[in-house]
């Protein structure tokens, strides 16, 4: 595998320094837990190796609620990231052909291109409202299809598929002898009614998450993939214990701890995301410069300027962060024009939030 850098990474909010940005609308995910805001208690722990595939208790928590799924459909890795390696290193090969939508979290895209596999890209455009069509999915597969990679509700524009595309995707990897990944990081954090977690429509599905992006803990690593395939899931468990044996104890005593209160503490999260959203959506709307595919989920939209709008936007960036200290992610983030920009709504007060509006609109405005 050749490895190369990702741009995402490279200009993170965590890689430039957090005390360059007062108003961090780049990042992807709910505001960050303190320690102290939870009941945790770690004192009965023992600091052993953990088991393989995970805490069962944690992994029951996972499980619970979805129709059909059980404990052992659930392997706990390091982070989505981490279950994101996992499948893609263990089911691609160079010879074997992906097919991905675009724009999309990066790693959904490097890892394949690190591999080697051939890859062909269902690129969702704003004049489309961002719709993933089943049947340009389906035109794309070739005989040697391994996988189909999705996100929803997707990274970066919050858009959903519909239960009935979710699953429409199952019966074509069904159809073809192919598996469909299913990157669900933010299902939590829908809407309206979240649609079925895909790994139980389907033994050729495959369910990725995490508690980085919906419940603010991504400091602990801590992630999942599920699949109802028993096959799958020792190949999987083979892959994982080669690159690090187990999680940390440590990190999934805290999350199997935080996710049984998680009555306490989910619902503040889902209102000031909620109210943060209103305030994104009163201020585009409208809007001179702007415009949008409006989100249906998650934590982050992806506005863009408009076309007869005459800006310089490397130098709307550089003002953006340098002059405002205000950050949003640039859509060569995701292999998009850089008229186009994550913004995350989730992460930063409401205050603070309500500023970075507001410097967007200045910064523009000094580079028309």
Not at 79 to 88: P, V
Not at 136 to 142: E, G, L, M
Not at 308 to 327: A, G, Q
Not at 328 to 334: A, K, N, S
Request: charge should be negative; proline fraction near 5%.
């Amino acid at each position: 595998m050749h490895y190369t850098r990702m741009p995402i990474e490279i200009e993170s909010p965590e890689s430039l320094g957090y005390n360059t940005i007062e108003s961090n609308l780049a990042e992807s995910s709910v505001r960050d837990v303190q320690f102290g805001e939870v009941d945790i208690n770690l004192n009965q722990l023992v600091i052993a190796y953990g088991d393989h595939i995970g805490k069962p208790e944690l992994r029951q928590l996972v499980a619970n609620g979805h129709i059909g799924l059980h404990a052992n459909d659930v392997l706990l890795t390091v982070g989505a990231a981490g279950a994101l390696f996992i499948i893609q290193t263990s089911l691609l090969t160079p010879s074997d052909h992906l097919i991905v939508v675009r724009p999309n979290y990066a790693t959904n895209i490097e890892t394949p291109k690190a591999i080697g596999c051939g890859i062909t890209y269902i690129d969702l455009a704003f004049e489309d409202g961002y719709a993933l069509h089943v049947e340009k999915v389906a035109a794309a597969i070739q005989p040697n299809t391994k996988l189909i990679s999705i996100t929803t509700p997707h990274n970066p524009t919050g858009t959903v598929l519909s239960g009935e595309t979710l699953l429409a995707l199952c019966h074509l990897a069904e159809k073809h002898h192919c598996y469909l990944l299913a990157d669900e990081t933010y299902r939590d954090l829908a809407f309206g009614t979240p649609t079925p977690l895909a790994a139980t429509l389907s033994n050729r599905a495959i369910s990725v998450s995490s508690v980085s992006k919906a419940y603010g803990i991504p400091g602990i690593r801590l992630g999942w993939l599920i699949t109802k395939d028993p096959v799958l899931q020792t190949l999987f468990l083979a892959a994982k214990e080669q690159i690090h044996i187990c999680n940390s104890v440590v990190d999934e005593e805290i999350c199997y701890q935080y996710l049984s209160k998680k009555a306490l503490y989910f619902p503040a999260v889902q209102y000031e995301a909620s109210e943060c959203f209103a305030l994104v959506e009163s201020w585009i709307n409208g809007h001179r410069l702007l415009e949008w595919v409006k989100p249906s989920g998650g934590v982050v939209c992806f506005p863009r300027f408009k076309a007869e709008v005459n800006i310089d936007v490397e130098k709307f960036y550089h003002t953006l962060l340098s002059k405002y200290k205000t950050y949003v992610g640039p859509g060569h983030w995701f292999e998009q024009s850089k008229r186009s920009f994550r913004l995350g709504f989730g992460w930063e007060t409401r205050a603070a939030f309500t500023q970075g509006l507001a410097n967007i609109d200045l910064a523009a405005a000094e580079c028309m």
